[in-house]
């Protein structure tokens, strides 16, 4: 005899298992993530990438990961390969922050950030200068009452012509009354080099992430001499520019991007899956370690903020003469 109660128990429980199998597969939502830092091994975006894979594994958004390393123009070579390899990729993440826009103002590429996928701004990082242990600069004071007298024997090093370490270096030649053309500012690729540079000699002061620079201050290899923050940051043994007398706050964001024509459903899950990562231990751990600011937009509303920075960058890549 016919037992709809029966039938519905059994139907129940059919839904039942294929809403759990569905819950399991959205969990796991990415399988290998092929990570591209667009910059050298050891540099800002090569650290935020291999961090946020580790998080991605430890909150089992993620089965695996891999990663790639291309360098140049401000990471925009980078953003090129990127974009054309992964079209409708979901394992696909590529790691930007605010120096690729001013590499695209700069550099007019014909692929931009607008032709892949904004999933999440993570944090934001501010500027230190940092000299080696064997300096004869002490103190920011030290350093700027040469750079005042004589500009263009302070050798800074930093990232890319342009970038966020090249706008902040100029702002404060500004804020000094010195000639823009008088700033010694040399440009590196990545991170490793202008560390290297630093250490042998070749570089006066640097700037750059505390991150980057990290187990160098800890080595006591670096002095740091400021940060450019708005005010004091947990975990970074400096002062900022403000309290020493200059207006200039000096801070890059970074954040990752997703692959060009994913469908609404992969760029939340992708989404979903960066989200998971980013309250895993290993990322907090890192988000303290590195000093950054936790600065967590998503979706559409990080893709506004993004064009709003291309606004904000262009008109200071201007004022300082850089554009």
Known sequence: MFNPIRRYSRSMTLLAAIAAATLTTSAMALDTVKFMAPGSVGGGYDQTGRILGKALIESSAAKSITFENKGGAGGT?????????????PNALLVVGAIMVTAEEQNKPQITMKDVTPIARLFTEYNVFAVRAESPYKTLEDLLKDFKANPSNI?????????????????LAG??????????YVAYAGGGEVVAATLGGHITVITGGY??????????????????APERVAGIDAPTLKEKGYD??????????????????QRKEVTDAVLTSVDSSVWQDNVKANAWTPSVLTGDEFGKFV?????????MLVTVGLL
């Open 307 to 315: 064009d709003d920075e291309h606004t904000r960058l262009r008109a």
């Open 211 to 228: 991150a980057e620079l990290a187990k160098y201050v800890q080595s006591k290899q670096f002095r740091l001499l400021a940060v450019g």
């Open 248 to 265: 200039v706050i000096i801070g890059n964001w970074r954040g990752v991007y997703g692959a060009a024509n994913l469908s609404p459903e």
């Open 175 to 184: 804020k000094m009354d010195i000639p823009i053309n008088k700033v010694n």
């Open 155 to 171: 050798k800074w090093g930093g990232g890319s012509k342009g970038s966020i370490d090249h706008i902040g270096i100029a702002e």
């Open 77 to 89: 070579l980078g953003l090129a390969q990127f974009a054309n390899s992964t079209k409708g990729d």
